[in-house]
């Protein structure tokens, strides 16, 4: 019955309309642009808590739902970081690949900074009372959230669309995961004073979120600059020993199970318990990262074995679809990972996601399906990127949700009332749209940065920015120019169109009879995207 009722939604979602390479592109670039009202930057990550995490939804307008109406609730903060640090390290691998190195290194300093959000949040033994210095490496809290201040900046650091302000109640921050404590649903994390928070106010690592944090660890351990890799193979490491066990002098539990700071297991309701999935982490462990000190548990590999006929429930499907992506859990004989990774995703359309995440990372070049279907999906997320303010108010075709790649297919479409409704991120769209360029474009220059332009051209230039061939440089928010427009052997014709501003550097020049123009407005992609380059 569950299958006709997925496949009845499929046939009546919307139909898209084919897109190109470039109007692919453009979406991903809106969406990266729009994807600092986010995230609060930070010179200084190991010490501004919140900083590089990625709130999950912003700006609940809908008056009947239990959250306050406007407010940023960062929910469960490892699935986005994850999926951060994996876009990040994508786009870098594609920036460098097609040639824009300026814009590589960007990308780059942003993601060493978004790395250091980790370890932040793996100092937590060290402010307990008594410290327990690095005790316990790799163990991380869940919860963390800026002071108010950040958000109280001129200009507003994360004005958003039409809501310039996060009107919270007494500007409150919501993290929507549970307490420790299991019943209760919803916390307040507003501190603003010196003192050292209590450890036992944060949450406790649970498996899940591990398994995102390593899905954005491979990814950068794959595609990320040197630096990065080093520091995504030490992260795993230490991620991989708390999923292992406990080890502290006087202590040592190799037992499949994640220990808090005090050497206490995590009840698997809490998600604790790592020892089914055992397996699958070893695979990690040894296949991907090459950590030759991992064994899995007793009896695990016929729990894997059988997990590849997709027999979980929804909630671990995604993760054991993610290990086995990351471990290539079931091998390459025959397929097997492919038609596994199927097997536990397809029921809710994560297929499209896994499937390209295990090819990336394998290299696999074996397609279970056409391309084209992987393309249907990135054409049907809506320009203006995915939200859910009501039932009755979201984009069709499965982008309502926010996180087309664990929430359900219900969830997606929103025939079911989901518990943080809201404007989403697009991490979703962006790291498929960067697994689909690095598996299927072979061209890698088409991959061009639209939120900001550094250039350095002489004009016209290959039949390009002439009287007969106009070029139009058009981003999101900058471009700096060093340009030369001559009038020879035709007059140059270039036109800058930029959202926030434009820059002159030293050696732009125009001679006489060149045509150049200027503009600066808001770009209002979802009318007219910018001019293909």
Same mark, same amino acid.
């Given at each position: 019955?569950?299958?006709?009722?997925?496949?009845?939604?499929?046939? &009546?979602? @919307?139909?898209?309309?084919?897109?190109?390479?470039?109007?692919?592109?453009?979406?991903?670039?809106?969406?990266?642009? =729009?994807?600092?009202? &986010?995230?609060?930057?930070?010179?200084?990550?190991?010490?501004?808590?919140?900083?590089?995490?990625?709130?999950?939804?912003?700006?609940?307008?809908?008056?009947?739902?239990?959250?306050?109406?406007?407010?940023?609730?960062?929910?469960?903060?490892?699935? $986005?970081?994850?999926?951060?640090?994996?876009?990040?390290?994508?786009?870098?691998?594609?920036?460098?690949?097609?040639?824009?190195?300026?814009?590589?290194?960007?990308?780059?300093?942003?993601?060493?900074?978004?790395?250091?959000?980790?370890? =932040?949040?793996?100092?937590?033994?060290?402010?307990? #009372?008594? /410290?327990?210095?690095?005790?316990?490496?790799? !163990?991380?809290?869940?919860? +963390?959230?800026?002071?108010?201040?950040?958000?109280?900046?001129?200009?507003?650091?994360?004005?958003?669309?039409?809501?310039?302000? @996060?009107?919270?109640?007494?500007?409150?921050?919501?993290?929507?995961?549970?307490?420790?404590?299991?019943?209760?649903?919803?916390?307040?994390?507003?501190?603003?004073?010196?003192? @050292?928070?209590?450890?036992?106010?944060?949450?406790?690592?649970?498996?899940?979120?591990?398994?995102?944090?390593?899905?954005?660890?491979?990814?950068?351990?794959? !595609?990320?600059?040197?630096?990065?890799?080093?520091?995504?193979?030490?992260?795993?490491?230490?991620?991989?020993?708390?999923?292992?066990?406990?080890?502290?002098?006087?202590?040592? !539990?190799? +037992?499949?199970?994640? %220990?808090?700071?005090?050497?206490?297991?995590?009840?698997?309701?809490?998600?604790?318990?790592?020892?089914?999935?055992? $397996?699958?982490?070893?695979?990690?462990? =040894?296949? !991907?990262?090459?950590?030759? #000190? *991992?064994?899995?548990?007793?009896?695990?590999?016929?729990?894997?074995?059988?997990?590849?006929?997709?027999?979980?429930?929804?909630?671990?499907?995604?993760?054991?679809?993610?290990?086995?992506?990351?471990?290539?859990?079931?091998?390459?004989?025959?397929? @097997?990972?492919? %038609?596994?990774?199927?097997?536990?995703? +397809?029921?809710?359309?994560?297929?499209?996601?896994?499937?390209?995440?295990?090819?990336?990372?394998?290299?696999?070049?074996?397609?279970?399906?056409?391309?084209?279907?992987?393309?249907? =999906?990135?054409?049907?997320?809506?320009?203006?990127?995915?939200?859910?303010?009501?039932?009755?108010?979201?984009?069709?075709?499965?982008?309502?949700?926010?996180?087309?790649?664990? *929430?359900?297919?219900?969830?997606? &479409?929103?025939?079911?009332?989901?518990?943080?409704?809201?404007?989403?991120?697009?991490?979703?769209?962006?790291?498929?749209?960067?697994?689909? &360029?690095?598996?299927?474009?072979?061209?890698?220059?088409?991959?061009?940065?639209?939120?900001?332009?550094?250039?350095?051209?002489?004009?016209?230039?290959?039949?390009?920015?002439?009287?007969?061939?106009?070029?139009?440089?058009?981003?999101?928010?900058?471009?700096?120019?060093?340009?030369?427009?001559?009038?020879?052997?035709? /007059?140059? #014709?270039?036109?800058? %169109?930029?959202?926030?501003?434009?820059?002159?550097?030293?050696?732009?020049?125009?001679?006489?009879?060149? %045509? $150049?123009?200027?503009?600066?407005?808001?770009?209002?992609?979802?009318?007219?995207?910018?001019?293909?380059?």
């Amino acid at each position: 019955m569950r299958k006709i009722a997925i496949l009845l939604l499929l046939l &009546f979602s @919307l139909e898209s309309i084919a897109q190109t390479v470039y109007e692919r592109q453009i979406k991903y670039w809106y969406l990266r642009d =729009r994807l600092r009202h &986010f995230i609060v930057p930070s010179n200084n990550p190991l010490d501004d808590r919140g900083s590089y995490l990625v709130i999950g939804s912003r700006n609940n307008n809908w008056p009947n739902n239990y959250w306050l109406t406007e407010r940023a609730s960062y929910g469960q903060q490892m699935e $986005f970081y994850g999926y951060y640090i994996g876009v990040l390290a994508t786009e870098y691998y594609l920036l460098k690949e097609s040639g824009e190195i300026e814009e590589a290194a960007k990308t780059n300093s942003e993601l060493l900074l978004a790395l250091k959000a980790y370890k =932040r949040r793996d100092l937590c033994e060290e402010l307990l #009372d008594p /410290p327990l210095p690095n005790m316990l490496d790799g !163990f991380f809290i869940r919860s +963390d959230v800026p002071e108010d201040d950040l958000f109280n900046e001129d200009p507003p650091q994360n004005s958003f669309l039409v809501n310039s302000d @996060l009107n919270n109640e007494n500007s409150i921050l919501i993290s929507s995961d549970q307490l420790l404590d299991e019943n209760e649903a919803i916390r307040v994390v507003n501190y603003t004073s010196n003192q @050292l928070p209590d450890y036992f106010q944060y949450e406790n690592m649970s498996q899940d979120e591990a398994v995102f944090l390593l899905e954005g660890l491979a990814l950068t351990y794959k !595609f990320g600059s040197l630096d990065a890799k080093l520091i995504a193979l030490s992260y795993a490491h230490l991620v991989l020993n708390r999923l292992y066990g406990y080890v502290s002098p006087g202590l040592h !539990f190799m +037992d499949w199970n994640i %220990h808090n700071a005090y050497g206490l297991p995590i009840p698997p309701g809490q998600g604790g318990a790592a020892v089914l999935l055992s $397996f699958g982490y070893t695979k990690i462990a =040894r296949d !991907f990262f090459g950590f030759p #000190d *991992f064994f899995p548990a007793a009896g695990s590999e016929v729990v894997w074995g059988a997990l590849y006929n997709g027999i979980a429930s929804d909630y671990n499907q995604h993760m054991i679809a993610s290990i086995a992506a990351i471990g290539e859990g079931w091998g390459n004989l025959f397929h @097997l990972t492919q %038609h596994g990774i199927y097997n536990n995703t +397809d029921q809710d359309g994560w297929d499209y996601y896994y499937l390209q995440l295990y090819k990336a990372l394998w290299g696999r070049n074996w397609n279970l399906y056409n391309v084209d279907r992987i393309e249907d =999906r990135l054409d049907e997320a809506p320009c203006e990127g995915p939200y859910c303010i009501s039932l009755t108010n979201h984009p069709p075709n499965g982008w309502a949700s926010p996180d087309k790649w664990r *929430f359900p297919l219900q969830e997606q &479409f929103a025939d079911e009332e989901i518990g943080d409704i809201g404007v989403y991120t697009g991490l979703d769209y962006m790291i498929l749209f960067n697994l689909y &360029f690095i598996n299927n474009v072979g061209d890698r220059s088409l991959y061009k940065n639209y939120v900001n332009e550094i250039t350095d051209q002489n004009w016209p230039s290959e039949g390009q920015g002439s009287f007969t061939n106009p070029h139009i440089i058009d981003v999101f928010r900058s471009i700096s120019s060093a340009d030369y427009l001559k009038n020879y052997p035709e /007059p140059a #014709d270039v036109l800058y %169109h930029a959202g926030v501003n434009i820059k002159l550097l030293p050696g732009f020049k125009v001679e006489s009879h060149a %045509h $150049f123009k200027a503009k600066i407005t808001p770009m209002d992609y979802c009318a007219t995207p910018p001019a293909n380059r």
